[in-house]
């Protein structure tokens, strides 16, 4: 340990490393809060499976019934409208509960960047490899002086460790929200934002 | 009851064979053309092949150091050929099953993208200045 810390202190860009830790252990602590208020309720799990089940009935139906067949029965469309609305509904329930012990884990998260933001305010943390485009220099940039823009600030880093780590960390420990819930996946699927 | 017996031991090394076999049998449907997949599971393994592309590339490109911003373009070219390559030409999926291409190259797009970004910053600045 004694070693270690003369050797990170020769990188020019050892808070960097700071800023990686700081967010690897807060999405754990996130993690661990969202199980003991969330996931490990009977409430998640039901709600969870309900929404599971009736998005695997959902696709049964509609490959059994294509949109292209002209004669889709009556009865047919209004089961699948009926499962659909089903799903809608335990989607929002869940994202209603989730919402409501979420509140602690962003209370965390908005103490955790505070104390980075007083550490590294005004500090550059790493160097970017590439010259980003405008509206991702104005976060990449944030508090720094002078105009190379290659100098990277902590609120970017600690934006792509958030993330990077949290999404993995949640599909690692099988947190991520059910496939058939809205708003799940998507191009640019987040980490769970009611759990974080 | 010798005969019930001896079908008992026999279903119950069958299992355990079964059993023995349950990870190597795992490994070789992830490469196993007439495998029948899941949307989940299959949307799992893509997104894994994509954070580990994106670990790789990030950390390759950070020692070389590549720099510029087509490296980033060049990143999501080359991983999504790879995942592209891997359902298409190696499981051989009917992707209109599980959603269109769209939705299969989408799997893990963002988080590795993110991660690559991590890894080639981190790499580039901790061993290049």
């Given at each position: 340990m004694a070693t270690a810390i003369p050797l990170f202190a020769s990188f020019k860009y050892a808070d960097s490393l700071t800023v990686v830790g700081i967010s690897f252990c807060t999405a754990l602590v996130c993690e661990a809060i969202s199980w003991i208020l969330i996931y490990r309720t009977s409430s998640y799990k039901s709600l969870k499976s309900s929404i599971d089940k009736a998005s695997k009935k959902l696709e049964t139906m509609k490959t059994d019934n294509p949109s292209s067949k002209l004669a889709i029965k009556k009865s047919?469309?209004?089961?699948?409208?009926?499962?659909?609305?089903?799903?809608k509904e335990s989607s929002r329930d869940l994202s209603l509960f989730k919402f409501k012990s979420g509140a602690v884990v962003a209370l965390v998260l908005f103490v955790v960047f505070g104390l980075l933001n007083s550490l590294f305010e005004g500090k550059v943390v790493a160097k970017l490899p590439f010259h980003p485009i405008t509206i991702v220099r104005k976060m990449s940039h944030?508090?720094?002086?002078?105009?190379?823009?290659?100098?990277?600030?902590?609120?970017?880093?600690?934006?792509?460790c958030s993330i990077s780590i949290r999404t993995n960390l949640q599909k690692f420990l099988g947190f991520s929200p059910p496939r058939g819930a809205a708003g799940a996946g998507g191009l640019f699927p987040m980490p769970d934002p009611k759990t974080n | 009851m010798r005969e019930s017996k001896s079908a008992k031991l026999n279903q119950l090394q069958e299992d355990n064979h079964q059993n023995v076999h349950l990870s190597p049998s795992k490994l070789a449907k992830l490469f196993d053309p007439d495998a029948s997949w899941d949307k989940d599971q299959l949307g799992d393994v893509l997104?894994?092949?994509?954070?580990?592309?994106?670990?790789?590339?990030?950390?390759?490109?950070?020692?070389?150091?590549?720099?510029?911003g087509i490296w980033i373009i060049l990143f999501l070219a080359i991983s999504s050929g790879i995942v592209y390559g891997y359902y298409a030409m190696i499981l051989k999926v009917d992707e209109e099953d599980f959603?269109?291409?769209?939705?299969?190259?989408?799997?893990?797009l963002f988080a590795s993208l993110t991660l690559f970004l991590l890894a080639w910053i981190l790499v580039y600045s901790l061993a290049h200045f």
């Open positions: 047919k469309t209004k089961k699948i409208d009926r499962v659909e609305s089903s799903l944030r508090g720094l002086k002078g105009d190379d823009s290659t100098d990277c600030s902590m609120a970017f880093l600690y934006l792509l | 997104h894994w092949i994509r954070q580990v592309v994106g670990l790789i590339c990030g950390l390759l490109w950070g020692s070389i150091p590549l720099v510029g959603g269109g291409h769209a939705a299969l190259l989408q799997e893990g």
